[in-house]
Structure formats: C-alpha cells, structure tokens
C-alpha cells in the first residue's frame, strides 16, 4: 500500500492463519464519515409526499387516461367501501344464523357426556355435510369457540395428512394438547415436567398427566374428512382411545361426506362396537349459497351496484363445480363489486349526488362514448326529439341533469325487476312442479332479459289458471306482501265466495282446469272424429272462473311492466357489472398460457416500440429468454447446444466484431441466464445420452 494514504484509508491487517498463509482483510473507513458519529437518517421525502398528495393512489388509480383528480379516486374507493360493508355486514350474520341450530345442538351433546354413561364406548357425532365439506371448517370452528367458552376443553383436529400411521397421530394428539394454550391460561400454568421414567411422545399417559393437572373435563377430536383417513389407521386409534376412556374422557367428531352406512362399511365391526354415535345434520351448501347470492344481489343499499347476468352465472357455476367454501364465494363477490369501482371512471356518480361543477370534462365524454347513450340519442331523433339531443351532446350541465333522472329510474326499474323475480319465485313455489328453479338461476335469466318470453313464465301463469280455490288461496297469501300487484281485494274476494259454499269441502275449478274438459268420439262415414267439448260450469266456479282471469291479468299486466332486459336501459353500465375476464383472470388463472404468451410475443407486456416492429420476427432488441424460447419452439425434441449457441450469437451480435471480447462474454451471459431461466421453468433438461444435447420437455399450446 502506498505511505501517503487518502482520507478514505483502507486499513490492511495481516491474519496468521493456522496453516502458515496469509489472509488480506480490510476495513474501509469513507470520507467526511464524521469521526466515529453515526450517519444521520435521510428522511424520505417524496413517497410521503406523494401518499399525502395523491391521497389513495395506492390502492385505486387514476383512470380517464391519467387525467382524472385524486377526489374522484377517493370517491370511488369510499363507494365502493360503503357499498360492500352494508353487503358484508348482512352476509355475516347470514353466515352466522345459517348453522346456529346444528352448533346447538352438537354443543348440548358435548355438555351431556360427562353426565351419561356410555359404558366402555366412546361418544361420537357423525356431521353428515354431504357435498358441502367446505363448509365445515367455519362450523367446526363455532362449536370449538363455544366449547371453549364453556369450560377447560382440549380440542384437536386431525387430518389424513397427520395420520399416515397409528404413532404420528398419537404424537400429534399429545403435542397440541400439551401447547395448548388456552387450557395452560385458564389456570396460568406452566406446561407438565415429568420425574422418573421417560415416556415416548406417543405414549398417551402424557396426555392423562396433562388432563390430570389441567383437570380437562374432555378431549374433542375432530376428524376432518373422514372418508380420506386409512381405515386401518382409523381403527387402530379407535382401539388405542377406547382402552384410555376410563382415564380420558374423549369425544370423537366426524366429518362425514358421503352417508352413515358408507363410514361404518369402512370400519372394522369390532371398531364400530367401540363407538356410540350420533347424527347431526348440516345444512346443504345449496341452500346456503342460494341465501347469499339472493341477499347479495337484491340488497338496495345507499351505493347500488348490481352484477350483471355473465358475472353471476359465472360465479354460481364456478362454486357448485369446485365445492368451495361460502366464504371463498363471498370473497369472489367482493372482488366483483371491487372490480367495478376499480375500472369504471364513471362509478362516481354512485358516491355522492354531484352537482355540475365538481366532475370533469372528460367525465362527460366517457358519458357520450357509452353504448347506452348512443342508442337513447338515436331513440331521441327516431322520435324527431332533436333540441334534447343536440343538448346531450353539447351542454355538459344538462347531460349532468339528465344522468342524474335516468341513473335514479334505473335503479328503480331493477328494484321492480328484482321484486317481481320474487312473485315468479313463489309462485314456483306455491305450485308443485317437477322442474328445480333455484333463485340464482331465476336471477340470471331475468337480468339477461330472457325471461319475459320464456317458457318457464308461460307454463308458471298457465299453471296459476288451473289452480283449484284452495292453492290459490295459499298462494295469494303468501303474495300478500307484494304490494305492487294489488291482489288484496281479490284475495278478500275469494275469501267470501269459498265461505259462501255449503258442501263437502270440495275446492272450486276454474274453466281453464283440465276436470271440466273432455274429448268427444264421433263416427261419421266409418271415419272418427274426437272433439274437446267443456262441462256446464257451476255458479260458484264461474265465479271462481273471474276471479282466476283476474288474478292473470294482474300477473301479465306486472310481468310486462317488470321484465324487461336492463341491458336496455340507459346508463346501465354505472350500475351494473357484468365484465367476465377480469374475474376468470384471478379466480381461474392460466400461468402457462401466460408465460408462453410473454416468451413468445413479449412486446404485448412491454409495449415498447422496437419489439411491436418486429412483431413475430426475432430480434436484438428482445429479451434474451425471449429470443432463446422462440428458437427452442422451432427445434425438435433434441436441441444441440452448440447450434442454440450459434442462432442466438447471430441474432444478438449481429454484425458485431468477433475480436471484441467484453461484448463476446456479454452475449455468453447472456445466454447461460436465458438457459438457466428455460430450464427453471421445466422447458428443458439435460440430455443423459448425448451430453451437448438439451431435452425438450414442452411444447407450445399442449
């Protein structure tokens, strides 16, 4: 080292390393350090700055092209706040009411162990949730919190992945019961220290200690998916935990899918004799979807935004057909709402009421570049209306009015949808069909618009003109409420006309019904001839008759007023949702197509200029991995190294000087990542064979 040393000295220490060798080892010691002071901390400055002025940036964007202001933003986030916590608020309690009645019931058959003798069996309760196992987690989840609230209670649940043999069960049952931390807090002790003899850590006296000191009044064990567990396994530790029930009091919980008779089938019958069960019956995951999509999607909040028919029947199919949890679907409902605030600069309009002065310009172009506002100005010159169109496209204050009008109809109009999606409901209800409706569907075909000339409405109003006097009457009770169809004075009608029949019960028939028609025979020429011909009516059931039409004529009048397509309607697309690849995107991602996509054109996600040129054309300017990737397709399953190496020099050095030889070990690195990134992905792997060669492992598109 030189004598005249800089202020920036690296000090240089000589080591004796144990071998006889010298080790350099330095210290660097920067200039201006401040002898020995400690650097002061640099506040960072502009992302404060930038949080505080762009308010939540983070969270939504700006969108009309960057030019829209921070309040929109803001507006849009709040909305979207406000409108998915009335939802939530009510889907919780929904989730939480749903199963209420089973945790009941299993929490007071969990209480009454201690105080039944069950002999030398172990008390079990079978929960048979059929297809919707997903949805025993959050209920297995209640009973554990009320047993703990109740008294000192060990609670385990064991998988098949903890069982694979009759110890590593045993083991886990003691480890999580010996750190079990709520029974260590309830008497602010320490975990058990045995004296003498070392047990194994699959030896249940560890367990009986622990009870004993804890004082535990029982062991809950929950088997989740019972149908997955080895039966063997299952059986052996049934033997292992029925020789112990004189000392631990264990509970046995069963997640049965399948039915009772297929879970003792698996079962040895000597293991079965062991065990003394109950059922308990969960509630179907059908009904319980139908209950959260049908609150979801008709509850009026201050934000209203409804999904449209493509998103709903998307979500509806996605959850029957993967058996997810309600939550996951609650979780795939919020993203939608999310989604709408998120991409939809016009969403603003649901945050506050506006007046002209606070949105932008080029709030009301998007406004006039929307499909719904294209037809209803062509609707307007159809009608020779031309003042109010040309204002629409001139006057921002008048456009803002008319926004304001028709955004509030049409909300109204899907309020009067939804009610009368109800009516068809009960209706559907009331009459006993063959065919399943359930409300999600009913839902999509009404906001789809096909459910005004479909069959189904056709034979459910059919089927109201047939109905005898007493289905009817059920059934305008339970239409009572619906106050938009004004079926009370026909219900007090014939309230009167049935009190007025002195006979034996018999239920009055409409003309239309099928018992006062029959078909006529008639032979005329050796030919024969059938012809419909109606009974004489009494006068009771000709006044049942007009009651009927009645009835009819106020569902058609409804139906007609209600059912319409909102697709139709002027500015649906602020408050409806209906875009279906954002969704498919996140919830059913495609990661291969994805990179394949990237590698293959990657000026698709760069979007820089000199790939989108040389679109499907190899080039310097490209990613490496890229350009490796696009020549690996066009080889066959054995690729020579050495050629590799050659097609991808020449296409990234070009005409380049070979004597340059940073740039040559540039392009080799270059190469050696782009080929370590191929192989990490699983597209290639080395040749056992023929060791310059590379095996191709996929291929584009298979």
Not at 371 to 395: C, G, M, N, P, Q
Not at 492 to 499: C, E, I, R
């Amino acid at each position: 080292m030189p004598q005249n040393e800089p202020d920036d000295v690296a000090h240089d220490f000589h080591v004796d390393h144990p071998t006889g060798e010298i080790q350099g080892c330095y210290v660097f010691t920067p200039e201006n350090s401040g002898k020995g002071q400690r650097p002061r901390k640099r506040r960072e400055i502009s992302n404060a700055a930038t949080i505080s002025n762009e308010g939540h940036e983070g969270v939504f964007v700006p969108l009309l092209d960057g030019f829209e202001g921070g309040e929109h933003v803001r507006t849009r986030l709040e909305a979207f706040k406000s409108a998915w916590a009335e939802i939530e608020g009510r889907l919780e309690s929904i989730l939480q009411e749903v199963n209420v009645g089973t945790v009941n019931e299993v929490v007071t058959f969990l209480k009454s162990v201690e105080s039944t003798d069950y002999g030398n069996r172990l008390p079990t309760a079978l929960l048979t949730a059929g297809p919707s196992v997903a949805a025993s987690a959050s209920l297995f989840q209640s009973i554990g919190e009320r047993m703990r609230a109740e008294g000192s209670t060990i609670i385990n649940n064991i998988t098949a992945a903890q069982s694979p043999n009759l110890k590593t069960v045993l083991k886990h049952i003691i480890q999580h019961a010996l750190n079990d931390s709520t029974i260590l807090h309830e008497d602010n002790a320490s975990p058990i220290t045995r004296q003498g003899a070392r047990l194994l850590n699959y030896d249940l006296q560890l367990l009986y200690e622990h009870v004993k000191q804890h004082s535990v009044s029982r062991t809950l064990l929950f088997f989740q998916n019972s149908e997955s567990f080895d039966a063997s396994v299952l059986a052996d530790l049934i033997d292992v935990l029925c020789s112990w029930n004189d000392r631990i009091h264990f509970v046995l919980l069963f997640e049965v899918a399948t039915s009772v008779t297929i879970f003792q089938e698996k079962l040895p019958r000597a293991s079965i004799r062991k065990l003394r069960g109950t059922t308990f019956e969960v509630a179907p995951m059908g009904d319980t979807l139908e209950l959260i999509f049908k609150t979801a999607a008709s509850l009026k909040t201050q934000h209203s935004m409804r999904i449209g028919a493509g998103i709903s029947n998307l979500l509806v199919d996605r959850q029957k057909g993967h058996l997810q949890s309600i939550r996951a679907f609650t979780q795939a409902l919020k993203y939608a709402y999310m989604a709408h605030f998120f991409v939809n600069p016009l969403s603003v309009f649901l945050g506050l009421g506006y007046s002209p002065g606070l949105l932008q310009e080029e709030h009301y172009e998007a406004i006039r570049n929307l499909s719904s506002f294209r037809r209803y100005v062509e609707d307007l010159l159809e009608t020779h209306d031309f003042e109010k169109a040309r204002r629409l496209l001139d006057d921002d204050e008048f456009l803002h009015k008319t926004v304001i009008e028709n955004l509030q109809h049409g909300q109204d109009t899907l309020v009067n949808l939804l009610a009368a999606l109800d009516i068809v409901y009960e209706i559907h209800a009331s009459i006993s069909t063959k065919s399943d409706l359930t409300w999600s569907d009913l839902y999509v075909k009404g906001m789809s618009g096909e459910l005004a000339d479909s069959s189904l409405l056709r034979d459910l109003l059919l089927s109201v003109r047939k109905l005898p006097s007493d289905v009817m009457s059920n059934l305008l009770d339970n239409l009572s409420h619906a106050s938009s169809i004004g079926l009370s004075t026909i219900q007090d009608d014939l309230k009167d006309l049935t009190a007025s029949i002195n006979g034996d019960g018999t239920p009055l028939r409409s003309q239309h019904d099928l018992h006062h028609k029959t078909l006529r025979t008639t032979v005329v020429a050796q030919k024969v001839g059938l012809s419909k011909q109606k009974f004489t009516l009494s006068k009771q059931d000709t006044a049942y008759s007009k009651i009927v039409d009645r009835v009819d004529a106020k569902l058609n009048e409804l139906f007609a007023q209600s059912l319409i397509n909102p697709q139709h309607l002027f500015l649906n697309e602020i408050f409806i949702y209906d875009l279906k690849s954002p969704h498919r995107d996140v919830f059913t991602p495609k990661p291969r197509f994805a990179v394949e996509r990237a590698l293959s054109s990657p000026h698709d996600y760069l979007g820089c200029d000199c790939c989108g040129v040389t679109e499907n054309v190899l080039s310097a300017s490209q990613p490496p991995t890229a350009i490796l990737y696009q020549l690996y397709l066009e080889s066959g399953a054995l690729i020579n190294i050495a050629d590799l190496w050659s097609a991808f020099h020449a296409i990234v050095g070009g005409e380049q000087d070979n004597d340059d030889e940073s740039r040559e070990q540039e392009i080799s690195a270059l190469f050696s990542r782009a080929l370590a990134e191929l192989r990490y992905l699983g597209m290639i792997k080395n040749s056992r064979k023929k060791t310059d060669h590379l095996v191709k492992l996929s291929w584009k598109g298979l």
